[in-house]
């Protein structure tokens, strides 16, 4: 895939994609880092080799635009403009994590920069995000939803009705199939029959593209498009983004089911590799491409260290957000 | 005041908060033609079918897609037809309406009523029937409300609908002709207050939805026995009354619950337990024999709660 | 549609066929008669007019085949071979019904000749057939199991997972969308999105086929096909049949929801005329024509009259065959 | 008697049943790799992956396509991974599997194991620790196994895969590494019969699944307090040993019921409620609050029944 055409590069947004996926990449590492340390708590969900899907699709959203993950959901969070340090925090259980420490890695979510939630559920926020875009067509507003999933997900029942909920009732809403080629432990072609998710998103209706989802620039520019035909009234859209997972399942997950030499090959494809080639040929210093990769790790090194130094919630926090009527937190259990 | 049936009374209260507040909708199957038993019949007229909307028969899309829409702010009233379809959208409202603003830390609230019509209704059979309350009341983050009367209906859903977190709505299919009087103007009732409709010394009889038609049947045949009973409608399970009911359960000594839900882990045990938990009274449950719902009035008449069976259980606890 | 080309007509087939139509048509005339008279005690769902699904289907789907059906069950399963007389019996909830009174019309079934059952959730037997058809395939049988599901299914989650299921482990299952235009009072069109059926379908992977479903012989024929198919190994295949609902969506239901010309229009293609002209233009004597319609008529007449004198369960039949373990038959409640 | 692990208790009963009969079969996402928690290892290498069989992330069509092919005569053990995800198939498991030999009027069973491993689990918050048994002993046509050890989940996955209904079975994620003896040769635990492992004549403390062993410690502390506990094991939720419960109540005089699933509208509720019909003895409940699980492990332990809790509310109904 290395091979793709060589293409009139805008140095300054594909830098600014660089950093992104530089930042994920760093993110990703501590949250692995935390893991070891165990602090952090719960499973994690690495990103690692998928990058470009969350700097290219979320790069071609508005700030006020909406976005709605999964349980991988870190590089999304991240790319929307979420803090690092909230995130870590969050990861690692503590007060000031995005969600107080309640949700943890596969409940992430950072509704100020309307990012509404990584989910536990495979597939569930394609049903809870085409209600977000119907809540927007009826106020009138121009946001636009995102809602990004695996290629998992697609074989569950909440993806035919999301997308024929969409497609009916005309939402502004694109859906971004993120193509790991895994669903956990397993190939999801083994599991997924007929020509894919593009193919069964216009069987629904939904204009769908599929997209080199290691390519960032491909990704942002299909996903641009796609965005300013939602935005224009044009009902909803289908992306489908082919990538790989570099890393196991989860952050424990050593993915025996899966030959080195595969992943070793896949590695030579990878979205940051890749970028950084694409800047060299346009003539960017070794040295700028380096200081990406030396500023993001220094600021999730920081983040880990202000994260790791933060109290726990108070057991206090069991009680409260449950619910105002009959809340546990006024004693009613 | 005025005399109205139960269903007219939802239909008015959902009218009256369209009318109030922009953001409240509904959306469900059929919705455009009246609803499946005409409760929105007429609505789609006045507030148009983008506030009345169908639905295709994507019962975790309406609920999930209503998850969605009440988090960007809108107030979704959600119809799921009966409350055995609502089994097709549990993760919907469990995993994520009840949960979303805990796990997220308080970062969003899901304002959305989820009507689930219960209950036994002419030969409806046993996916056509059930009563599944209990289940609600036992996950953290649902608001559970079971009217019984016109009245209840009026005021409750508007509460409802009002309330920023999500409520299982449940009306009772058999109740939906039943008249009575609903007062006039802004008629609202609060969670988590009973209703006690008849007061009485000897035994306290707790109940709700169609239920607390049987009870009052059995209290005026009981007072026939001289048996005083005080007969008290929940209104809501979550939260639940326990003042009330505790109080009335000090005064009589004696508790009965009855539901027509399934007896065994139903909330009637909740009750029991609190009950005998803090009272140490004598306490009594009567609800179905643990079995599906069958078709034939027979199979069906042998799970129902009757008058006569609650008749006897009080004065088998009264001794007299 | 009435000017169908005409072919070879296998009159013997056809005449069957005719027969078929006319019982089921007179078995649900006679089921909305125990409506108005009060002994049909539960709701009833009538597919008058859509008649030629469930005798081509039906017809060609050998004894031992396996039958799945919906909440508009009574021309497929008495197609299937179940007796009209059990099948009244099991309306009006009496003793000797197929589901000895207990299941009713939206549960009606007959394991005894292959029939699963009817199904009280709109697209719940869906999965549930992928799953007989499972069982035959690690049992090694050759048994074809089919599956009818109405337009309205097509939204629900189950016809996704329900069809890749069948795909990804290559199932002997004929699914069968039975096209009325209506789900309920809604016409299916205003709320699916995309190319239909057959198109969602052959997106998910199964070879799909459109017909015309009012038009008995061609249902029969291209089923018959796509079973052979199946039984050859082939995995499963999909029938999308376009028919009309004659009546309202149940038996109280007068359908005002559409013009009273549409129906008209849609009568007078509807496919017992059809096959009866069919009949007379191969030369058939109107007298045996009507001959069918006669014999189907007496049928479920004395059927109706011995279902009626029938006892209703007793009360007992409430606590058996609940379960084994803790079956409240033994108290245990 | 072997030394072994409540996982490997639950692989061993599985394998020895597919031998014993060709017509049980598992399915579930992962199970070619050994299934998420490692407890199908090595089974696929001796059953193939038609009898040990990967499925797509389709939690109804993994549990409706085993209510399908239990009608046709196989016995399926299906995973569910987490419990929590059995709530994407709660139609297929309560409408479905539960009703189907009923509403056909017994002419078909489902003959189903359905693995729904419950509660919390390392900080995997709302979404992957909840504990649900009541929902499904509400549930007419349902049976609910919560097995507590080794020997227990070895013995009663073996009853559930031999039982004609469908098994609703509920392994405690945090027991997968608890080693303990477990019997040669065929070891079956038939359902309903409780397991006291305990004697004591001052309180009956009933539990089941991890919680049993909580209140096991609780137990051993509460002797130091001249406090001698019966502690029972239910096993089964439905059915469950009322036998074995009332008759230890009835020497006991007192009954504490703890669980880990929330407190209202918990199984606890239904104990109680019975005991005290029965024989009106002093009941308490401890459960969780009613609220979702926490990610934070303070906050994750806000809502865990613990030794402490177990240990203040017997003395506290013991007097001393
Ligand atoms: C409904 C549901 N079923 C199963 C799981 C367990 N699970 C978590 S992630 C995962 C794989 C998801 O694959 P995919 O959708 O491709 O996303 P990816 O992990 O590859 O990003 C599974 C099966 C779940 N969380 N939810
Ligand atoms: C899951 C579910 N949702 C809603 C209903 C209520 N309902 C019963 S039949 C029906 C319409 C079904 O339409 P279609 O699938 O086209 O079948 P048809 O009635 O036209 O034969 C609906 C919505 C139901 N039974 N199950
Ligand atoms: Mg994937
Ligand atoms: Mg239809």
Redo the contacts with the bound molecule.
Sequence with gaps: MSETPRRNIDIARLRAHHLTMCRIRALEEAALRGLGDKVVLGAIHPSIGQEAVAAGVVGALRRDDILLSTHRGHGHTLAKGASSEAMLRELFGRVGGNCGGKGGSMHIADFEVGMLGANGVVGANIVIAAGAAHAIKLKGEDKVVCCIFGDGAINRGPFLEGLNWAAVFGLPVLFVCEDNGFAATTRTASMTAGGGPAVRARAIGLPAEEVDGNDVLAVEDTAQAMIAAIRAGGGPRFLHAKTYRLTGHTGVDTAPYRPADEVAARKREEPILRAADLLRGAGVAEAEIEADRIAAEAEMSAAYDAAIAAPFPGPEAAFLDVQDVGSPALGAF | MARISYMEAARQALAEEMRRDPLVWAVG?DLGRGGVFGQYRGLVEEFGSARISDAP?S?AAILGASVGAAMMGTRPVVEM?FSD?AL?AVDELVNQAAKARFMFGGQTRVPMVVREPIGMWRSSAAQHSQSLESWYAHIPGLVVACPATPADNKGMLKSAIRCDDPVVYMEHKNLWPLEDEVPDGEHLVPFGVARTLREGRDVTIVSWSAQVHVCARAAETLAQHRIEAEVIDLRTLWPWDQETVLASVSRTGRLLIAHEAVQVGGFGAEIAAVTAEWLGAKVRRLGAPRAPIGYAPTVEDAVRVTEAATVAAVREMVGR
């Design positions: 199957e028969i019962e037809r379809f097709c």
